[in-house]
T-cell receptor, first 116, second 113 residues
Framework: EPEVTQTPSHQVTQMGQEVILRCVPI?????FYWYRQILGQKVEFLVS????????KSEIFDDQFSVERPDGSNFTLKIRSTKLEDSAMYFC??????????????FGPGTRLLVL | GNSVTQMEGPVTLSEEAFLTINCTYT??????LFWYVQYPGEGLQLLLK?????DKGSNKGFEATYRKETTSFHLEKGSVQVSDSAVYFC????????????FGTGTRLTIIP
């Protein structure tokens, strides 16, 4: 069964450093998402991406964040200058379409980011 | 805006007990409702969904019915197993132009043999 994959599974970084989290969505999916889950809190939407552009972003997704689909298979989340409060589990998700409507989102296993 | 309120955990049950995890929502439009499950060390997996009022989603013995009149989508299972131990998330997406998922806080379920 096709699945969303994410790398790395864990990343530790120093405050102020740049990190890039990578995701490979399911191959025929057209909609891509990033969510995050701070330890002990709910899963929060960050950004959605369709047709090579951001379709929606939350207020969390400020100028320090960016997304890219560099090569038609990967989907990346970059945090330009990490803060302590960016420590969280980051989930990538993708969805396809059926009859013009978006289908269920499928999630990757997550990248646990720890900012020291 | 959209929101999901979920039963606080953790919940601990004995094997073969009946399970209910409550979920209520607030949404504009006509949302789809979901239950996702997160097993230890894994990502979020879709457990079941319902896309319109009175629909019942079901999978692996779990069920949830979309109740528009009470804005609820409670998760139930008649006889839980140790392998059901996980964190359960209720979520919604608004069908009208906004497909992001809004999640509840999650309920940690532990089943004791």
């Amino acid at each position: 069964e096709p699945e969303v994959t994410q790398t790395p599974s864990h990343q530790v970084t120093q405050m102020g450093q740049e990190v890039i989290l990578r995701c490979v969505p399911i191959s025929n999916h057209l909609y891509f998402y990033w969510y995050r889950q701070i330890l002990g809190q709910k899963v929060e939407f960050l950004v959605s991406f369709y047709n090579n552009e951001i379709s929606e972003k939350s207020e969390i997704f400020d100028d320090q964040f960016s997304v890219e689909r560099p090569d038609g298979s990967n989907f990346t989340l970059k945090i330009r200058s990490t803060k302590l409060e960016d420590s969280a589990m980051y989930f990538c998700a993708s969805s396809g379409t059926s009859g013009g409507l978006q289908e269920t989102q499928y999630f990757g296993p997550g990248t646990r980011l720890l900012v020291l | 805006g959209n929101s999901v309120t979920q039963m606080e955990g953790p919940v601990t049950l004995s094997e073969e007990a009946f399970l209910t995890i409550n979920c209520t929502y607030t949404a504009t439009g006509y949302p789809s409702l979901f239950w996702y499950v997160q097993y230890p060390g894994e990502g979020l997996q879709l457990l079941l969904k319902a896309t319109k009022a009175d629909d019942k989603g079901s999978n692996k013995g779990f069920e949830a019915t979309y109740r528009k009149e009470t804005t609820s989508f409670h998760l139930e299972k008649g006889s839980v197993q140790v392998s059901d131990s996980a964190v359960y998330f209720c979520a919604l997406s608004d069908l009208f132009g906004n497909e992001k998922l809004t999640f509840g806080t999650g309920t940690r379920l532990t089943i004791i043999p």
